[in-house]
């Protein structure tokens, strides 16, 4: 069966591959096999960003609402937030040292990705920031940090 290019990307979100418009279904080959086996290793704040947005995705997916951002799994600190990112697997207890001065912001899936996620405090009181949508800056006053990256619109702002 042929298929067009829309089908196409439908298909890939299914876990076939196309690669492009007229492929032939028959012939499309499952991402597992086309994708590489290995993940590029992430470390510190895109660590955490990174396996807070794949929980809640899966959670989103298969029906989990305890696999979710801070605020829609009712969250009520950052070290029990990160206490469900290890006991699920989506960092490992050997990266618990990297949770030492990270703020999580109280995200909710409803907010922007503009929205703050996490933020750390660096030597020479620069703020590092890592907003919902994976973007990343380090900010000298905590001013300039909300202006690129708001907190959310709820209290509080940022888990104890």
Not at 129 to 150: H, L, N, Y
Request: aromatic share 8%; net charge negative; proline share 8%.
């Amino acid at each position: 069966m042929i298929v067009s290019g829309v089908l196409c990307g439908v298909m890939a979100v299914a876990g076939f591959a196309c690669r492009k418009a007229g492929v032939d279904v028959a012939e499309a080959t499952p991402l597992e096999e086309t994708l590489p086996s290995t993940r590029v290793p992430l470390d510190g704040p895109p660590a955490i960003h990174h396996a807070a947005r794949e929980m809640a995705l899966d959670g989103f997916q298969f029906g989990k609402s305890h696999l979710a951002w801070p605020f829609d799994s009712n969250t009520r600190s950052a070290a029990a937030y990160f206490e469900t990112l290890v006991r699920e697997g989506y960092l490992e207890q050997k990266n618990a040292g990297e949770f030492s001065g990270v703020e999580i912001s109280n995200l909710s899936d409803s907010d922007p990705g503009e929205t703050a996620f996490l933020r750390v405090r660096q030597d020479g009181g620069k703020i590092l920031i890592v907003r919902k949508d994976g973007m990343e800056e380090v900010f000298s006053t905590k001013e300039s940090a909300s202006q690129f990256a708001p907190p959310p619109p709820r209290e509080p702002e940022w888990l104890p």
